[in-house]
């Protein structure tokens, strides 16, 4: 029994070695199991399907009106999500053959996209809920940034600064366990550096820090037309719009789990860089950030 159970050892020491380190002695971490990737795939797929037929819908919805600043704002998320549902073909076929095809340089350029496609739509979904609420609280007093060279000058900035913030993190990760090419979307943040790692926490805590101070302000200004027209408040049309704006906020809800797990994904990664439960909590819960290409039902029911 002592004898058979020596075995066992070393047979398992010897197959974690092999499973997790690589020739040179680079730990090499792989998360993938068919449960796993089935899930990973079935979110892409739906989302590429419904978020595809909702930018069709959304670009033929808005064709009559390009001039304001909402307008402006929702063709860019129009753009962004078309960016991210290019790439997607690419990640399904990647969890279905369980194996990358495209090489190293796009495997991180695609990963990289589904981080700024967040921090982009972030951005715009920002400027359409702080366009609302400043329709509330001062009605036309922003029309003088209604020209259409000032949206096109804000929106070429804000792709500028989220791309070269966003592409330049990937394209630094140098994973030296992935030498054959065959695995992707792995960049573990023990190989980033400590600029790297900063980056995310400040970029997670201001995205989370407005999130809850928009939605704490839009609740604010809910609760104000309440105590205005009391009984009255479902008939206002104010009433109405201001709700519209919620959803808007609430559509950003599909970004929390993984930016406010990423805080603690960066810190518990370091110490179990292997880690199955986190490595897939982490990849479950950015698949759901690509959720956020569904906003087209908001924008089909709110006015802008």
């Known amino acids: ?95 279905i053959l369980g194996e990358w095809k495209f090489g190293e340089i796009f495997c991180k350029l695609v990963s990289g996209m589904i981080h700024a496609h967040i921090y982009l739509c972030f951005v715009f979904y920002v400027a359409i809920i702080i366009m609302r609420m400043i329709s509330f609280f001062q009605e036309k007093k922003m029309m003088l940034f209604h020209q259409p060279w000032h949206t096109s000058a804000a929106s070429l900035l804000i792709w500028s600064l ?50 809850a101070i928009l939605l704490a302000i839009q609740v604010g200004i809910l609760v104000q037309l309440r105590i205005r027209y009391q009984d009255n408040l479902c008939n206002q049309q104010e009433f109405g719009a201001q709700t519209k704006t919620l959803l808007f906020i609430l559509v950003m809800i599909c970004f929390v789990p993984y930016l406010g797990f990423r805080l603690f994904y960066i810190n518990q990664i370091v110490i179990h860089p292997c880690s199955l439960s986190l490595n897939i909590t982490n990849e479950i819960f950015l698949a759901l950030t690509t959720m956020s290409c569904f906003d087209v039902l908001i924008f089909l029911v709110a006015a802008f």
């Open 1 to 95: 029994m002592n004898t058979s159970a020596m075995n066992n050892t070393t047979s398992f020491a010897e197959t974690f070695t092999s499973n997790n380190f690589t020739s040179n002695g680079s730990l090499s971490c792989n998360p993938l199991d068919s449960t796993y990737s089935a899930a990973l795939i079935i979110i892409y797929i739906i989302v590429f399907m419904g978020g595809s037929v909702g930018a069709v819908i959304m670009t033929w919805k808005i064709k009559t009106d390009r001039k304001s600043i909402t307008s402006t704002a929702v063709i860019n998320l129009i753009s962004v999500h078309a960016f991210l549902l290019l790439t997607m073909p690419f990640r399904i076929s990647y969890y």
């Open 162 to 211: 989220v791309l070269l913030a966003v592409f330049p993190l990937f394209l630094s990760y140098l994973d030296s366990s992935n030498k054959d090419g065959k695995k992707c979307f792995e960049f573990p943040v023990t190989a980033a550096s400590s600029y790297t790692k900063t980056m995310n926490y400040f970029a997670v805590i201001i995205v989370l820090t407005t999130f």
